[in-house]
């Protein structure tokens, strides 16, 4: 099958489109991915890279289209040209496109505008249109961007209902994501749940990083370092667990990162807190593997019970117990699969899980039996890449 992948964030930033790139290359398919220049999460454009600058055309055998993003920098303006170039320039390449695909996959993280030029491309071409919905819009911007100007949340609505009606299949990360769908209108036989999946860690090469260490109690969080995730109240939950044997540690970086940063020193938790910084994918897993337990969270918000976000996957990968922050789809994986402890958003009773329930468990060992267990049922490359290509094949066919 030859296909279209577009998506704003590719190689050599960290995300599991990568992987899923690479994965259907290994199996066959011709791939061209259709992205900006790499500047996630700084919001500038890494050194070596450049408008004007010659960049690789293939990786991993991949072919690779890059288009002139405006990177978001750091303030409002920024962000609005940036999700307005995506839409723009991606489309204007297809305009200028000759070459026609099988399939058009769109890797639907925020913008939503990123799934303009997929439209566009149907409209000249009539392929079909797998949109990978990762990201709920408008909800994500009123919520996470703080986008309040009924205008533009207009403007998004329009453009959300454009890309779902132009959609063939809309692949959603959570059942409550489709449901929500659902009860929008979109028709339920255009939808699915197609979760983030996870490739395994390479566990037997790895080394136990220095700064775990045995006489304390290591909970890392990877990823993101950004508003969505709540992170404040790691903080705050450390404030108040700061004379016990259990330090933090943050894998990551992003919007959020320096503010953190500004209250971990503030506190005087330097001893507490490590920021470990941005690293790759299989060093995030390293220090999942040798943690103790993993730390994720979320603003408390409804929006954010409908999501399912991907480092659950690859803290069940590891093999590593949970300690949630969160309610909804991430609570109800960590319960399913036994593998981890839940609690709502809130430091005195989640520094009272910890006290009380996570620090003296002795089940700590079976969680990790149990969080392999739910990964391997779940969420592995493998299974989810063959129910990708079942659905591509479907569609292609008719």
């Not at 939808?191 to 996870?198: I, V």
Request: proline content about 5%.
């Amino acid at each position: 099958m030859k296909l279209l992948v577009i998506t704003q964030y590719f190689f050599p930033e960290t995300f599991r489109i990568n992987a899923l790139c690479a994965e259907l290359v290994r199996r066959g398919h011709e791939v061209t991915v259709l992205t900006g220049y790499p500047q996630y999460p700084y919001g500038k454009i890494y050194d070596g890279y450049g408008f004007s600058v010659p960049y690789e055309n293939e990786w991993m055998g991949v072919r690779i289209e890059r288009v002139k993003v405006l990177p978001r920098g750091k303030t409002p303006f920024g962000l609005l040209l940036n999700f307005c170039s995506i839409a723009i320039e991606g489309s204007k390449w297809v305009r200028h496109c000759t070459e026609t695909f099988d399939a058009v996959f769109v890797y639907g993280l925020s913008p939503v505008t990123v799934g303009l030029p997929a439209v566009a491309y149907k409209k000249r071409f009539g392929t079909p249109i797998y949109y990978n919905l990762l990201d709920l819009w408008p909800d994500s911007a009123e919520i996470v961007l703080g986008i309040r100007c009924r205008p533009v949340i207009s403007v998004l609505n329009r453009i959300v209902r454009r890309i779902y009606a132009a959609s063939d299949r809309i692949l959603c990360s959570s059942e409550s994501v489709v449901q929500t769908l659902t009860a929008r209108g979109v028709p339920a036989e255009k939808t699915a749940f197609w979760p983030q999946f996870c490739t395994e860690p390479q566990t037997d090469t790895m080394t136990r990083p220095a700064c775990y260490s045995p006489a304390h109690f290591n909970i890392v969080f990877t990823g993101n370092l950004g508003e969505a995730q709540g992170l404040d109240l790691l903080i705050d939950t450390a404030i108040k667990c700061r004379d016990s044997r259990v330090r933090w540690f943050l894998v990551g970086d992003g919007r959020a990162g320096d503010r953190l940063k500004k209250r971990v020193a503030d506190n005087g938790l330097e001893t507490v807190v490590s920021f470990i910084g941005r690293v790759t994918e299989a060093e995030a897993n390293r220090y999942t593997y040798f943690a103790d337990c993993a730390y994720l969270s979320f603003q408390k918000n409804e929006f954010f019970e409908k999501v399912l976000p991907a480092k659950l996957a690859s803290y069940l990968a590891c093999g590593i117990p949970i300690l949630a922050a969160a309610g909804g789809e991430s609570a109800r994986v960590i319960d399913e699969a036994r593998c981890g402890f839940v609690c709502e958003q809130d430091a005195e009773r989640l520094a009272a899980l910890i006290s009380e329930e996570l620090l003296p468990s002795t089940e700590l060992d079976d969680m990790r039996i149990r969080a392999k267990q739910y990964y391997e049922a779940h969420f592995t490359k493998a299974r989810l890449v063959d129910d990708l290509e079942a659905l591509m094949a479907c569609g292609t066919d008719s």
